[in-house]
């Protein structure tokens, strides 16, 4: 059964469309990889799948459960679909221990200890134990987005939704970040993944889909997406990035 | 030129000024800023909110209240919070409210209009991501909002609530005109009684004076202290 289910989903803001009958799938243990040139709705189709974006059309599931109906209980289903965004977006205000036990505490209800533990824990995974104590402006943006991803980890998710994870880091910071992911997708983590790192597709990716303009011009196995892309427009668009 | 003057009227009378005339309007001042924060943050809350009608009803409070000189708010208040609580509770008579009840209640509605703005720049102010990484991370609109954006809102803007409190300070004299003992009535009573109205305007002046300095200064040191790290 596909853990994320997206079928002919599309959304509009005013008049413009930008999203247009998008269906793709995620199995479970999956890795999806999302690429596209920007403002190809990549962003905005990530969004919808933990409906952190709204859509008027089409339908939903994850892990069975659909996320545009009004019966669903939003919050039980996005605590458990981690989420890490391009800008971290851990709580300033919050310590690094206490952004990552917030959630757990409040939306999971583990007791403080729990989720002390549980934190540490990831942290340690991480390598960041180190930094507990501190605030999320004191770690640089590839700490701040390895706690970002610990954070996510913390709510023990089915899946993990990933937007331009690497896009606001300096290069030389880019390779921590990914090196985390590049490990937790082995383990066998559900993920989807929006970026433009193309070595990290071609390491970990079971799946690319190419989207333009709104539309998922292609959804194809790793190795044919990289190796004879069918259309032009992922052509042209390989071909931009991958020869720099 | 002070040689008319007999300043002796303070020395005399300034243990009444302070403890039941400054002591008065510190009350107010205080009990107005926590409940005018509280009504101006659910405000601008629903100012901000998504569903139209909601927002609708706050701006047109806000800029309602905002429009009317405060003067007028007092009095109006004062003549009218007996009627609109006897027709909350459905009593048939106008309930009697005490002109302290009165006055706290128009200053705390009042002020919460201003209260409101600041709150409403202070959430504005925060990055939508992070209502985002609190909603992706299961939190409800009411978790979100009280821990995640909030508390950042709340300081961002110390400096500039405590600015708008300075005014609220400055604001409770209005209640002269509703007879009520706060500070510059109180003196005022005094000054008439002995005769000595320069003298004890002069004082009042002064006191106001150094405390509203002394807050600003306040103020301003909060203001390095208080901004967060990003």
Known sequence: MPMIEIDKVSKWYGAFQVLKNCSTTVDKGEVVVVCGPSGSGKSTLIKTVNALEPFQQGRIAVNGQSVGDRGTNLPQLRARIGMVFQNFELFPHLSIMRNLALAQTMVLKRSGEEAIERGLKLLDRVGLIAQKDKFPGQLSGGQQQRVAIARALAMDPIAMLFDEPTSALDPEMINEVLDVMVELAKEGMTMMVVTHEMGFARKVAHRVVFMDQGEIVEDAAKNDFFGSPRSDRAQTFLSKILNH | ?230
């Open chain 2, 1 to 230: 030129m002070f040689e008319n003057f007999d300043f002796d009227v303070i020395a005399r009378s300034w243990q009444a000024l302070i403890f039941q005339g400054l002591a008065f309007t510190a009350q107010v001042t205080l009990l107005a800023m926590a409940g005018g924060i509280v009504l101006g943050t659910l405000l601008a809350m629903m100012r901000l909110s998504s569903f139209k009608p909601l927002a609708w009803v706050a701006a047109g409070y806000v800029n309602l209240l905002r429009s009317i000189p405060l003067v007028l708010v007092i009095f109006w208040f004062y003549f009218l919070v007996p009627y609109i609580g006897a027709w909350i509770i459905g009593a048939p008579r106008p309930i009697p409210v005490g002109a302290f009840t009165s006055a706290l209640v128009t200053f705390i509605m009042f002020e919460a209009c201003y209260y409101c703005e600041i709150m409403r720049a202070g959430i504005q102010s925060i990055p939508s991501g992070q209502a985002n990484a609190g909603y992706a991370l299961g939190m409800n609109y009411w978790q979100m909002m009280g821990r995640v954006i909030l508390p950042q809102a709340f300081r961002n803007m110390t400096p500039v609530l405590l600015t708008q409190t300075i005014v609220l300070f400055q604001d409770v004299s209005l209640v002269y005109i509703i007879s009520l003992p706060d500070f510059v009535t109180i003196a005022s009573k005094i000054a008439q009684r002995d005769g000595r109205l320069i003298e004890m305007y002069l004082f009042v002046a002064v006191v106001y004076l150094a405390i509203c300095l002394l807050l600003s200064h306040f103020v301003k040191r909060l203001q390095t202290r208080f901004a967060i790290a990003r």
